[in-house]
């Protein structure tokens, strides 16, 4: 269920604001209901929504799992020009947006969908969907070091929650090593700024898991729609995740 004027922004008939004086106008029917009260929560796939007696364009959900590429922005657009992840999905019609962010040196697993109830459930700081990430870091660190990350460790914007680590591949001839962490917060460039925490930095990172979602088999920059099993398994794996961080230890 979403608001009446984002369902009618996301239909196309105007901006949010705008939308939000048709209703209080009397210009939005609802099952044939004139709807006058804002904040009403519709569900666009099942209610008849109308605006002066039109039909407004049902936008279908899109669900789509995209291999983002290094060098690409997590972004529908940017005024430098860069490349942007819509730039990967050009045979999608709906406008979708990304779940999350990938910044721009990262690749990897970036889910995106206009099902903006799913977007909020996934992001929401409180909901700790769980998110893997391979990260390539100069060295080898210690298991004690990785030990610091497991039970949080204290950054400039706080302490961060408990992380699940261990090692993938230690290349003693590039000195360098393949970590596998899975965090559950959403903090901007977490990952790298925990592993130069312990001064081990970051060369290369890539996610490849979030949620129930794998990105396996997935080449770089290509993307597949999920399906009706993988998008229901998403929104439960959220709300346990929520369901586990309310429950008392």
Do not use: W
């Amino acid at each position: 269920m979403e608001r009446l004027q984002k369902v009618l922004a996301q239909a196309g008939v105007a901006s949010r604001r705008k939308c939000e004086e048709y209703i209080e106008a009397g210009r939005v029917q609802v099952n044939d209901e004139t709807v006058t009260t804002l904040g009403v929560k519709v569900d666009p796939a099942v209610d008849a929504i109308k605006v002066d007696g039109r039909p407004i364009n049902r936008q279908r959900m899109q669900y789509i799992l995209l291999n983002k590429p290094k060098g690409v922005i997590t972004s529908t657009s940017d005024p430098e020009g860069r490349d942007v992840v819509n730039d990967y999905i050009k045979d999608v019609k709906e406008r979708v947006y990304p779940v999350g962010r990938l910044d721009y040196d990262s690749e990897g697993l970036l889910l995106l969908t206009n099902d903006g109830a799913l977007a909020n459930l996934l992001t929401h700081p409180s909901h700790h969907v769980p998110k893997t990430y391979h990260a390539t870091v100069e060295g080898v660190p210690h298991g004690d070091l990785l030990d610091k990350l497991r039970a949080g460790i204290q950054l400039e914007d706080g302490l961060t929650a408990p992380a699940e680590l261990e090692y993938v591949d230690i290349n003693p001839e590039k000195n360098e090593t393949i970590v596998s962490i899975t965090i559950h917060e959403g903090r901007n460039r977490q990952v790298r700024r925990m592993f130069d925490a312990i001064r081990f930095p970051v060369i290369r990172l890539k996610r490849i898991q979030f949620g129930s979602l794998l990105l396996a088999g997935l080449a770089r920059g290509k993307h597949r729609m999920l399906t009706k099993a993988e998008v229901e398994e998403l929104r439960q794996s959220a709300v346990q995740s929520h369901n586990v961080q309310k429950t008392p230890q």
